[in-house]
């Protein structure tokens, strides 16, 4: 399988604006109205990664990720679509997100990701899915398939 550069269909990628004044910042992650339904979150959770580390490549047959990106580092996030019937099938982005370009980036099942801190410290990520993590009450299998472990993996990092 080999990929080309381009941009992969219904990734959304939404660039967050920051309103700063003398009490500090607030920086808005979503809107349910400005969202397709099929993105709505189900849960959040934040995440650090420390800098040079990677986490993924995976993907979920079933769940949307919506992660957020807003620093206090900058992450490098890597996107292969390979849903057979897409439009984008066989493309790859690659899109640089965190403290200098705070984004949200919503991942349709099916697209296999990954992301790596590349800045100078360790760096959140927000993740709000529109799948509960192991289903309702933990009582399902976790709906991910890992890419990372396999030594012949085709989803390289660069």
């Given amino acids: 399988m080999k990929f080309i550069a381009g ?21 808005e992650l979503f809107r349910s109205d400005e969202i397709e339904k099929q993105f709505v979150p189900v849960m959040g959770y934040v995440s650090s990664t420390e800098v040079g580390i990677a986490r993924g490549p ?14 206090p580092s900058t992450f490098k996030v890597y996107l292969w679509d390979t849903r057979n019937g897409s ?13 200098k370009r ?19 410290t360790a760096g959140w990520v927000i993740n709000l899915p529109n799948k509960l993590y192991a289903g309702e009450a933990r009582k399902s299998h976790v709906d991910e398939i890992r890419h990372e472990s396999d030594p012949n993996t085709i989803f390289i990092l660069d």
């Avoid at 993907?59 to 919506?66: C, K, L, M, T």
């Avoid at 984008?88 to 690659?94: A, R, S």
């Fill in 7 to 27: 941009v992969i269909q219904d990734v959304v990628v939404k660039e967050l604006t920051k309103y700063s004044d003398s009490r500090g910042w607030l920086q």
């Fill in 58 to 71: 995976h993907e979920h047959r079933d769940q949307a990720d919506f992660f957020c990106f807003l620093g």
């Fill in 87 to 99: 439009a984008t099938y066989l493309h790859k982005m690659i899109i640089e997100a965190g403290e």
């Fill in 102 to 120: 705070p984004c949200s980036i919503i991942i349709p099942a099916g697209v296999v990701h990954a992301y790596k801190n590349i800045g100078s």
